[in-house]
Structures are given as structure tokens and as C-alpha cells.
């Protein structure tokens, strides 16, 4: 996708608005995230972590390996990391391409980011693979609304320019039926809206896939 090079305009334009709405995340997603985070491993494996929204929900101390192929956010991510004293390990790869040991990891985190990768179904199996048993998938994404609603119909037509404008997301994928496709032995999904019923990246869904 355009975002694997990251350098383009549209890499720093996304980099800028994620740096811009970053108070506006936290008041939307915190309560969720304090929750979804709360007994974290010592080493987590985050996917897409952009400027770093979630590392003030990680304990200081704790080792953080971020798989983010848009270069732009490399600076911020290692800043805030720096100041949140997280042990920051960053593998400037996509998600896609996951490169960890199989079965060697505890805790994978994806917020905002599987409406972004090219292909979410092989992003998933490599997150099972890499997963030790029992290991736990949590997440935080935009979602598509239900089929042959007013919302669709809206998301369906920004699309084109809104998958162009943000670097390959999607306003319209149905990433839990792809989650509960993916083979997890358990499967947690909680759907909430965001912000007005027409906003096409209003309904979301958070939960916990355990491998
Ligand atoms: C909307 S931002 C979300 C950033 C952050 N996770 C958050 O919650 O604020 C999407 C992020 O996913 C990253 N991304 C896009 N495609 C990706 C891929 N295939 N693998 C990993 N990260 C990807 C982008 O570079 C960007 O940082």
C-alpha cells in the first residue's frame, strides 16, 4: 500500500493529523484502552502504532516491538516512546510481513490499523502464528456498517477518495466477520459508535482474540 514508503506527502500530511487528533484519541478511546491494556506482558508486538497514541497506556519499563512501515511517524514514535520510557524496538515493516519467532509472543495490539493493511486475513494468520497458545490479540478498529444501511451506503461512497486521502484505509471493511474467519479459539467483540451516526468511520468494534 502507499503508506510502505511513507515518504510522500501524503505519509507526513497523515503524520501531522495523527499528531493533531492525538488529545481527541485518548478522550475517545481511553476508557476502552485502560481496560484493553490493563496486565500487559513485560514485551508487547503493536502493528501500525503510528505517533504512538497507545504508549501512555503501557507501563513505563515495558519493551514495545512496532511493526510501522510509515516512515513519517518514525520520529514522533521514538520520542514519545522515549518519554513515556518505553523500551522501544521499531522494525520499519508491514504487518503483512510479521517477523517474529512462531509462538514466541504473548500480546499483540492493533488499533486503527487493519482497515489500513493490504491484506487483513494474512495479517491475521501471521498475528495467530506468532501468538504462543493462549496468547491474546487485542484491538481497536473502525468498521464497516451493516450491510444496506444508510452508513454504508455513505462509506461505500467516500471510499475512493477517502482510501486515497488516508493511505490505503478502508471505510468499509467488515474486519470482524474477517476476525471471526480467522480461526482464534476465542473471540471477544464489543461494537460501539464513534462521534455522529453518519461519520463513515463511526462503527467500531474492541476486543480480545485469544489464539
Ligand atoms: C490510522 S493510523 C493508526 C495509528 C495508531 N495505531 C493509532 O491508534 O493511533 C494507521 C497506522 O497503520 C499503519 N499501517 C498502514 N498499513 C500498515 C501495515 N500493512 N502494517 C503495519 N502498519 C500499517 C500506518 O502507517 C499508520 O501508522
Known sequence: MSVSGGNTVRGWMNAMLLSAIDAAMHRIYGTRKRELFADLPATVVELGPGVGANLSYYKPGMKLVAFEPGSAVHGQLTRRAARC???????GIAAEALDCETASVDVVISTLVLCSVRDPSHVLRQVRRVLRPEGRF???EHVAAPAGSALRAVQNLVHGPWHWCFEGCNTNRDTAATLERAGFASLEIERFRVGSPLVPVAPHIA???VR
Open 85 to 91: 520510557g518505553i523500551d522501544l524496538e521499531l522494525r
Open 138 to 140: 487485542l484491538f481497536i
Open 207 to 209: 476486543g480480545v482474540a
